[in-house]
């Protein structure tokens, strides 16, 4: 089946770049475009695309907002697409519950290969970011998160899969690394997501690394 995808962007030549782009690769079908962030919540609603590709500056409701609901209500992923490589955005696109932060300047492969990952179920960060995000984001995590009571909640299976998340492991390597199956991998990252109130993997990744669960990933 194909990846159903929205595209979310106040400019109309980069929608139109972006479509272009999409449309080219195989097993990708945009199913709208939205100019706000408002039209984009809505047509997410009607659409039921995998993944909206999210810009963040546009009239209205902004980017992170229409993140905030879409992940809120359990609507579709959202892979934020953004000319501002700023900590403030990408901060605040995470805590929104975004699967991934990446700029307009990512090269048209790895935009696709973004997509396919977000879709699976996977996280995914423009690597300029990775380093620092790692190094500050957990001060601003919740507090309740950030106690060893929550990490009590998990399963012995459930910590080994928060380990593999901090080292940056997708589905597939996950699955591999434990002998389990892809499917069980993503039962297994929803429970730890909902045990310790995270939005996404990549939340709980910098969660891993707070708690010294997992090396830092090279990059």
Known sequence: ??????????HAAIRAGLVLILKGADGIEV???AADGATAVQMARALKPAVVLMDIRMPGTDGIE????LVRDQVCEVLVLTTFDLDDYVYATLRAGAAGFLLKS??????VEAIRLVAAGDGVLAPGVTRRLMATFAASAPQQVRRSAALDQLTERETD???????GLSNQQIAARLFISETTVKTHVSRVLAKLELRSRVQAAILAQEAGLSPEPER
């Open 106 to 111: 990512v090269e048209a492969p790895r935009l």
């Open 161 to 167: 899969v928060l380990a593999c998340l901090g080292e």
């Open 1 to 10: 089946m194909s990846i159903k995808v929205l595209v979310a962007d106040d």
């Open 31 to 33: 199913v709208g475009e």
């Open 66 to 69: 229409a993140t905030r609901e």
